[in-house]
């Protein structure tokens, strides 16, 4: 077998490895809904108190273990990066808070729709604080969007307000991730870390007044409280894995895996109701996100071809 030969055939097995560990990262991420649904006997704050203190253990043993202890001694001495990452910390707090409150109070649709428009709020965001230009047919999938919450707003009479702030809170957190160049790890770390004693301080608190939900002889709810930290960790170093060798594109379209499965395990697995509100909102958000897929996967083989040609 010729040298180049062999390179493309490593090549594309390092595609298809990441599009398996990418996908599979998805997979975690949206059955997490009947994850975090099996805790709904339990405060969300508690829920999310737990998640982020067996996050933090968990994501220490996987630094030094795989020798990632530089990057985050690295980080230490950037009062500039760990003042943005405890930011990005709470933003993250607060998602995850929301997310596990709407799923355990039966809005699952709505997070559902929250992270179907989180790609169209990425790219406002971009326009807005980074001045990129939107091309007509991202201007055509945002108003479309926008039209499917002003309908949502108007035939159910109220704002989608879950779904709106998982999606601005997330493109947030992405646009700031963005322009603070951190490892993934150690990155997180810190947003754990930042969390960590309003964490401890409430557990504490609750297990003082005898209100904690853990060690009070359930072992199921024992070992889901504990599961939180794989379920938070596991999931994102598969996407880390996956994203380092699969284009831009493949990874955006993957993304939607996770609402897609949240939409159906909510609608066919809880019964959630799906009206004619939710149905058209639904419609006009998946027009506007296949012609911006479409867009974007024009445009990446448009840079290919000019690159290929130069």
């Keep these: 077998m010729s040298d180049s030969l062999q390179s493309e055939t490593d090549a594309r097995r390092e595609v298809t490895l990441g599009i398996l560990a990418t996908g599979a990262g998805y997979v975690i ?5 009947i994850f975090y649904k099996q805790l709904e006997h339990v405060v969300p704050f ?6 982020t203190l067996w996050s933090v253990g968990l994501i ?8 990632r202890s530089a990057h985050f001694a690295e980080l230490l001495r950037d009062r500039r990066k760990l003042a943005t990452l405890a930011m990005t910390g709470f933003i993250l707090g607060s998602n995850w808070f929301l997310f596990i409150w709407a799923v355990n109070s039966g809005r699952i649709l709505e997070t559902s729709l929250g992270y179907f428009i989180n790609p169209l709020m990425s790219v406002l965001a971009g326009v807005v604080l980074l001045g990129e230009r939107l091309t007509r047919p991202q201007i055509l999938a945002m108003a479309l969007a926008t039209l499917g919450v002003i309908y949502f707003t108007f035939s159910l009479g109220f704002l989608p307000w879950i779904s709106i702030y998982l999606a601005v809170s997330f493109a947030g957190y992405g646009y700031l991730r963005k322009i603070t160049r951190v490892e993934a790890l150690a990155g997180l770390f810190i947003e754990v870390l930042a969390l960590a004693p309003i964490a401890a301080a409430y557990l504490f608190y609750v297990s003082a007044h005898g209100g904690s939900g853990f060690g009070n002889g359930d072992w199921l709810t024992d070992l889901l409280l504990a599961a939180t930290g794989p ?7 598969l996407f880390t894995f996956g994203a380092q060798r699969i284009r831009l594109t493949t990874l955006g379209l993957l993304q939607y895996l996770v609402p897609t499965m949240s939409f159906a395990i909510a609608v066919w697995l809880y019964d959630e109701p799906l009206g004619q509100g939710q ?23 448009e840079l ?7």
């Design 304 to 310: 290919r071809r000019v690159g290929a040609v130069a």
């Design 29 to 33: 991420w949206g059955l997490s809904v």
């Design 46 to 51: 508690e829920i999310l108190a737990h998640r």
């Design 60 to 67: 220490a043993l996987l630094i030094f273990g795989l020798r």
């Design 231 to 237: 379920m938070t960790t596991v999931p994102l170093l």
């Design 279 to 301: 149905m058209v909102t639904f419609g006009l958000i998946w027009a506007g996100l296949a012609i911006f897929s479409a867009d974007t996967w024009r445009r990446e083989r």
